[in-house]
């Protein structure tokens, strides 16, 4: 069974503090982890990663991947109170019946105060 | 572009009361998904189609939910009879899933269902 699991399950910090959310994985034939930012309603996609060691980057945020390490983490610089939020990792499995199943982790409640 | 629609947004019933949500993906998706979530939790599957085809229905309650997806597009998951535990946030998403499927999900904003 493939498993997800966050750390930490949730942060408190100040506004233009730096966080690195973490997130490792165990699934039997990996295709792709996938970061999702979640407020009051939808998840919304942040990045696919599907190769170690390329950093995918958005404005302030950014990620990489370790398949040999299964994990990957999720960077915040200059956190605005805007960006709280549940950070959501997911993975998605490439075999057989369960190609495009994704899995998630129970994810990051990220509060940023003022 | 119209995004992944869901209907009702909030539906409060007694329990042993049945109860459907409806979801209309974004137009072109071949995949769609039914995930629960519960609070402080991330979302977990119910159920995947592929077109018509219901490809993953391991984690579906089979014995009070079911699911339906007409023509390959819109779908309907009903709950009956609803119980307490029944009470959180269905999400419906769909994505584009070819032979380089990308498994980036589009999500609606979920039904949240209280059960009293």
């Known amino acids: 069974e493939d498993k997800v699991v966050q750390s930490p399950l949730s942060l408190v910090v100040h506004e233009g503090d730096t966080v690195t959310l973490n997130c490792s994985y165990e699934v039997t034939n990996f295709r792709s982890l996938l970061w999702y930012k979640q407020e009051k309603k939808a998840p919304t996609f942040l990045f696919m990663l599907t190769s170690s060691g390329i950093e995918k980057k958005s404005g302030r945020l950014s990620s990489i991947l370790d398949k040999k390490e299964l994990f990957s983490i999720l960077n915040i610089t200059a956190t605005q109170t805007g960006d709280s939020a549940v950070y959501l990792c997911a993975v998605t499995n490439a075999g057989g019946t369960s190609y495009g199943k994704l899995t998630f982790g129970q994810g990051t409640i990220l509060t940023v105060h003022p | 572009e119209a995004g992944v629609v869901q209907s009702p947004r909030y539906k409060i019933i007694e329990k042993k009361q049945p109860v459907a949500f409806w979801c209309n993906p974004i137009?072109?998706?071949?995949?769609l998904y039914w995930y629960l979530q519960n609070l402080g939790q991330g979302p977990e599957l119910l159920i995947r189609?592929?077109?018509?085809?219901?490809?993953?229905d391991s984690q579906l309650p089979k014995d009070r939910f079911s699911a339906e997806r007409l023509k390959g597009v819109d779908s309907t998951l009903k709950i009956q009879p609803a119980e307490l535990g029944d009470s959180a946030v269905y999400l419906c998403a769909s994505s584009f899933l070819g032979s380089a499927g990308t498994g980036e999900l589009f999500f609606g904003e979920g039904s949240r269902l209280t059960v009293l």
């Open positions: 189609y592929e077109n018509e085809e219901a490809v993953d």
């Open positions: 137009s072109g998706h071949n995949t």
